[in-house]
C-alpha cells in the first residue's frame, strides 16, 4: 500500500497577507516565519516522514521554480524533477487534475495526499496516523478531506457538516464521515453556532484520494476541465507536453477543488481531526502558532523594544526600535516596512492591491532575488547605475550572456570567480576586478568550495533585467524572458 | 546701534530626542523636518533678516562643523569664518562666554542675540520686534531673556515669573520685567497654577545681552569660568589660541546660562513675547508646528497609508506602509526604524541609551555622512568589504591619502573624475574605473560642473573611517583623525 502513496505539495499562492515578507514573486511558501526551515521545507519533511522523497511532487507555477528548487536543494540534492510547473495560476482543481494525470502514468494505483505548502501542522505524529487512515478510505475511492475541531467562532474558513448517520470507516480515534455539506465562509453568529454544535469542522485544504477517483469524478462534475486534462494524457512524457499544457491552460475554467469536486460528490469524506493545524492566513494569526516573549510578542531579528506586549515585530538586519506597542504588526524588509493594529493585518492586501495599480516593484519582488545558481541583492538603484551584491553557490555558474544596454564592472569579495569574457577565461581573487563592455558574451561561475560573492556595478541608460541574452545556461533558460 | 548686533546661533546639541532621525553627529539642528530647510538654516534666515551674515556666528563642536559649514555653503557662499567651535560640548555657559570673549575683541560694544539652532518661530516678524525691543534694554546693561506666554500646562520647560512691580522699560506691546525668579521643570499640578495664574512664562533660551555685561556677570556669579576665559584674551586671533582653548575647556564647568548667571543676577529682565514659539522638542511635538494633511497626520517621504489619523510618518526613499494608526510615531531611516505611541516619543532617548551602551553604530551617524567636499553613503558592509555611493560638489577633492589595510575600486556613474594614483593623473568617465591598491597615494577630484559620483568598494581585513593617512588636504584636516 505505502508504495503507492505520493505526496503532492500545492506550491503555487501568491501571499499577499504576508506583505511585505511575502511578494507575488517571493510567497509565503518560501518563508521562514516559524520554527527552522520555510513552510515549505516544513511541509516537505513533515511528508518524507511516510512518504520517500522520489515520490514527493511539488505543484508550482514558473515564476516560483528557482526559489522552490533552491530550498528543497537546502535540505536535500536534486529534487528537480519533483517540481510540476503550472503554465499560470488556476486554483487548485486544475493543478490537481494535472497531478493526478502524471502520476497515474506513472502508477495507476497512485494514493495523492495533497497538502498546501504554507500550512502550520505541530502534531506531525497525529498528522501522519490521520493520513494513515485516510489511505485505506482512498483505496476504496472515497474522497477523503479533513475537518478541523474549530477552536474559535473563524468566519475566514469554510466548514464541513459530516453526516454523522453515515460513518464510512472507524479505526481507533478516528471515524470517516460521509459529508453531509460545505459551508462557505459564514458570519460570526453561524460561526459561533457552528463551534457550539460540535458538528461542524474548518475545512483544511488537505485531501487524500486515489488519482483515478479524482479523475473519475472531476470527468462527472467538471466535465470541460476533464476533458482538456484527458487531452493531455498521449503527451505525458513526450517533448509535446509543455506546449500541450500551455494551450489547454489557457482555456482552463479556475475553480477550487472544494468547488469543483467535492461540494457535489457522493465519494466525499470527512475525517475530524485535530492535529495542531493553521493555516497562517495573517500576520495577526502568527501568534498561534510561533513561540511567544514573556510579553506575548513574536519576534524575529534585530528588534530594540521597551514594553511592547502582543505585538508581531518582524525585522531583518535592520534596526527596528520599538516603544510601548500593544497588539501591533510592524515588519521590516530591506526595501518595504509595515505598521498597523494586529485587527487590521487582513487590510495589508489593500496596500498590495494599491502597489500593484501604481506598478510599485515592492509588491512583486524581495531586493534578495533567488536563481537556480544562487541569488542577487540589488544595493542601489539609480540614474544610470545599479549596484548588486551577487552570491553563486560552489560549483554553480550563470548563463553565458550579454547585454545590449549596459556595460558591468565585477569586484570580488568572498571566493574564487572564473570570468569568461569573450574568448579569454580567467580567475579573479577577492580584492580584484574586470569589466564588461556591452555586447561582450560573458559568464561568472564559481569553481572554488565557498560562495563566491560578488559586487557589480552596472551602466547604462537601460538597466531592466530582461537586457539578458543568453547563448548558453545550465538550467534550461534560454527560451526565459529572466 | 544695530551695526553692533552680532547673532550667536547655538548649534551644539546631540539631538537623542529625534532618533532615529537625528545621531549623535547629526543632531535635531541640522534636520529638515518642517518647512524649507533645516532647523539651523531656517535659524540663520530669521536673524540675517536684520543681522548681515558677516556678524552672525554659529557656536558648535569639531564633531558637527562639517555638516554646519555644508548647510551654510547651501545657503550662501562661504560662511565658514563664522564658525566658533568648542573643543567639546560643556552647556551653554561656556558656549556663551567663549563667544562674548571673541565679539568683545572684535567690537567692545558688541550686543549678542543668542538663539539655539534647533527652534521654531512662526511669526519671524514679531520676533525680531522683540529682539529690537530686547537690544534696547541691553544697551543699558540688561540681561534679557525672552518669557514664552504658555498654551498648555507643559512640565518640560523651566518657567520664569517676572516681577510685575519692576517694569523696565515698556515699548508697545512689550514690557521688560525684572525676573523674580526662575522655576524648574514644574509637576503637572504646579504647571497648571502657572498656566492659570497669568504670571509665569517658558523659558525660551534665547537672550541679548551685551557681550561686556554678560562676561561682567560670569565674573561675578562664576569666577571659576570666567578665569578661565578671561585667561584666554590675550591669545585671540593668535595661532596659540586653539591649544589654549583646548585646555581651558578640559577645566571648564558644564554650566547651563541659566543656572550660572540668570537666576542669581540682579540684571535678568524677562519680556514677555508670543512669537509662535516652539522647541520642537520631541516626535509627538512635531504636531505643533508641521502642517497637517486631512486626518491630523504628518507626513513625510514614501508613506502609503490607510485610514491613520493624528500620526507622525516619516518616511525616506524606502516604502513604508501604515494602516488604522492612531496616535502612532513610525520613522524610517537607511538603517534604522522607530514605531511608538506618541505620548511614548520621550523614550526614544532610552532607546538611543540602549543604542550607546551596546555601542550600535545607529546611535552615532547615518548611513550618509556628509564631508566638506560632498557626502558619501554606506550601501553595505560585509566581512572583508565595504560598498560607498561618494558624491563630489563641482570642483571639490578629496584629500591626498592612502590607506595601509584596504584596497579600493572606483566605478564612475555620474560625472567626471579626476584620479590621482600615485604619480598617475587621469580622468574617468561614467562606465569607467580604476583599482588603488593598498598604500598608495591617491585622490579623487571632480573637476566638472556637474556632481560626480562613484561606487567604491573597499577590500580588505580593516575598514575603519580611521585608516585614512591624509598627506595633503583642502579643508585643515591633516591632524583630524576622520
Given at each position: 500500500m505505502k508504495n503507492h502513496v505520493y505526496g503532492v505539495i500545492l506550491a503555487g499562492g501568491s501571499g499577499t497577507r504576508f506583505w511585505p515578507l511575502s511578494r507575488e514573486l517571493f510567497p509565503k511558501q518560501l518563508l521562514r516565519i516559524i520554527g527552522e526551515g520555510t513552510l515549505l521545507q516544513q511541509t516537505f519533511e513533515r511528508l518524507i516522514q511516510h512518504i520517500v522523497p522520489k515520490q514527493m511532487t511539488i505543484v508550482t507555477k514558473e515564476t516560483q521554480a528557482d526559489s522552490i528548487r533552491l530550498q528543497l536543494n537546502e535540505w536535500k540534492d536534486d529534487l528537480t524533477d519533483n517540481i510540476i510547473l503550472e503554465p499560470e495560476g488556476r486554483n487548485t482543481a486544475p493543478a490537481i487534475a494535472l497531478t493526478a494525470l502524471q502520476l497515474m502514468h506513472r502508477d495507476p494505483e497512485a494514493v495523492m495526499v495533497v497538502v498546501p505548502a504554507d500550512h502550520v501542522v505541530k502534531a506531525e505524529k497525529k498528522f501522519m496516523k490521520a493520513v494513515q487512515f485516510a489511505t485505506k478510505l482512498a483505496a476504496h475511492g472515497h474522497l477523503v478531506t479533513f475537518g478541523i475541531h474549530p477552536s474559535r467562532p473563524e468566519t475566514g474558513y469554510g466548514y464541513i457538516q459530516p453526516n454523522?448517520?453515515?460513518?464510512?470507516r472507524t479505526q481507533g480515534v478516528f471515524v470517516g464521515y460521509s459529508v453531509a455539506r460545505f459551508v462557505e465562509k459564514p458570519n460570526l453568529s453561524t460561526a459561533m453556532r457552528y463551534c457550539r454544535s460540535g458538528n461542524y469542522f474548518w475545512n483544511s485544504g488537505i485531501f487524500v484520494w486515489k488519482a483515478s477517483s479524482i479523475l473519475d469524478e472531476l470527468a462527472l462534475q467538471q466535465p470541460v476541465l476533464a476533458k482538456l486534462i484527458h487531452g493531455l494524457a498521449r503527451y505525458v512524457?513526450?517533448?509535446e507536453f509543455l506546449g500541450r499544457l500551455r494551450k489547454a491552460y489557457a482555456k482552463m475554467p479556475s475553480l477550487s477543488i472544494d468547488h469543483a469536486v467535492m461540494e457535489h460528490s457522493s465519494r466525499s469524506v470527512v475525517v475530524p481531526v485535530d492535529f495542531g493545524w493553521s493555516d497562517v492566513g495573517s500576520w495577526g494569526s502568527l501568534e498561534e502558532v510561533a513561540s511567544l516573549d514573556k510579553n506575548g510578542n513574536v519576534r524575529n531579528g534585530n528588534i530594540l523594544d521597551i514594553?511592547?506586549?502582543d505585538s508581531v515585530l518582524f525585522a531583518d538586519r535592520r534596526l527596528v526600535a520599538t516603544i510601548g506597542l500593544d497588539n501591533m504588526v510592524v515588519v521590516d524588509t530591506p526595501d518595504a516596512t509595515l505598521v498597523c493594529p494586529k485587527d487590521r493585518a487582513q487590510d495589508v492586501k489593500a496596500i498590495v492591491s494599491l502597489l500593484k495599480k501604481h506598478h510599485a516593484p515592492e509588491h512583486m519582488e524581495h531586493r534578495t532575488v533567488q536563481r537556480p545558481w544562487g541569488a542577487y541583492t540589488v544595493l542601489e538603484e539609480g540614474h544610470g547605475y545599479k549596484v548588486k551584491r551577487i552570491e553563486v553557490a560552489p560549483g554553480k555558474r550563470l548563463s553565458l550572456q550579454l547585454h545590449h544596454q549596459r556595460s558591468e564592472h565585477w569586484v570580488v569579495i568572498a571566493g574564487t570567480a572564473r570570468v569568461t569574457r569573450g574568448e579569454e577565461v580567467y580567475d579573479l581573487q577577492p580584492g580584484m576586478s574586470t569589466a564588461i563592455p556591452k555586447e561582450t558574451p560573458h559568464r561568472l561561475e564559481n569553481p572554488g568550495q565557498d560562495l563566491l560573492e560578488i559586487i557589480e556595478i552596472q551602466n547604462g541608460s537601460y538597466l531592466g533585467e530582461d537586457d539578458i541574452v543568453r547563448l548558453k545556461d545550465d538550467f534550461g533558460r534560454l527560451e526565459q524572458a529572466r
Open positions: 454523522k448517520r453515515k460513518r464510512i512524457g513526450t517533448q514594553d511592547s506586549k
